[in-house]
């Protein structure tokens, strides 16, 4: 049983190793039809837990699971997410946003969607400008 957890631990961990986008738990089932949703859902949580991944809520109200690069502990992420419009892609972009909060707040979380052509499609579209 334990060793059953640590093998389907392992492939979603490698879903997010192979790509370099934000997943949709639909992008999880689709990769890796031999386990259960719920099994799934629960290995994202723990990773959430654990400070392995982070959870954005986009502004259609799509969850989409991220890489984190330096959290262990506390889940800290003052970062963008960047939706292409062209191929729908979603990432981290690591530049840091600078929040200005009044005193006495204390800011926990930072959920700053923006959309836009990512460089892949940008490329393409100086390539082949009537597609
Ligand atoms: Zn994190
Ligand atoms: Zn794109
Ligand atoms: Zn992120």
Same mark, same amino acid.
């Given at each position: 049983?334990? @060793?059953?957890?640590?093998? *389907?631990?392992?492939?979603? +961990? ?9 997943? @949709?738990?639909? &992008? ?8 259960? @949703? ?5 290995? +994202?949580?723990?990773? +959430?837990? &654990? ?8 502004? &259609?109200?799509? *969850? ?5 690069? *330096? ?28 929040? @200005? ?23 393409? *579209? ?6």
């Amino acid at each position: 049983m334990m @060793k059953r957890t640590t093998k *389907s631990k392992i492939a979603v +961990l490698d879903c997010f190793k192979k790509s370099n986008y934000g997943l @949709k738990p639909e &992008d999880i089932f689709n990769e890796l039809t031999q386990y259960d @949703k719920v099994t799934i859902y629960r290995i +994202l949580q723990s990773f +959430l837990d &654990d400070g392995i991944i982070h959870k954005v809520i986009s502004d &259609d109200g799509t *969850s989409y699971y991220f890489k984190c690069k *330096s959290c262990e502990e506390v889940h800290f992420h003052n970062h963008y997410h960047f939706k292409c419009t062209v191929c729908h892609k979603v990432e981290c972009i690591n530049e840091e946003i600078e929040v @200005k909060i009044p005193k006495d707040y204390i800011l926990q979380n930072i959920n700053f969607w923006i959309s836009g052509i990512c460089k892949i499609c940008n490329a393409k *579209s100086i390539t082949a400008p009537n597609l």
